[in-house]
């Protein structure tokens, strides 16, 4: 299976991103995705073993718990292929950072406050 067609599911990018916080249960995994998107535990299981046999995720057993984790090799060959199309997004984005950096400045050269604080930020 392709790396995108992993990745293309909906649950296993959210599995995915609670791994990204460390390595979860199992179980814990099913409550948040059967919460989130209504599916069982057994549907859970299987989206976990696309992401091990596809070399996302690694797991350990400790008793009768198992463990899983991000495997950060694949998401490497994501953004090496995602390298190719960075072009597209990465100046626009120094861009904006640039065109922040001199409001922030203009502002405090006018001795105003380089952000508003956030109460008084508009929505």
Known sequence: MHA????????????????????TTAGALGAVIHREFGISQPAVSQHLKVLRD???TTV?????RRLYAV????????????????RFWTPPLQA???????G?????????PADPPEDRREP
């Open 104 to 112: 922030r400045r203009e502002r405090r050269l006018r001795g105003q």
């Open 60 to 64: 350990r057993p400790e008793g009768t």
């Open 71 to 86: 495997d950060p090799r694949p998401l490497r060959d994501v953004d090496q292929w995602l390298e190719h199309f960075r």
């Open 96 to 102: 904006l950072a640039t065109e922040l950096a001199r």
């Open 54 to 56: 596809n070399g996302f």
């Open 4 to 23: 995108f067609d992993v990745l293309g599911d909906p649950v296993r990018r959210r599995i995915l991103e609670l791994l990204a916080d460390g390595e």
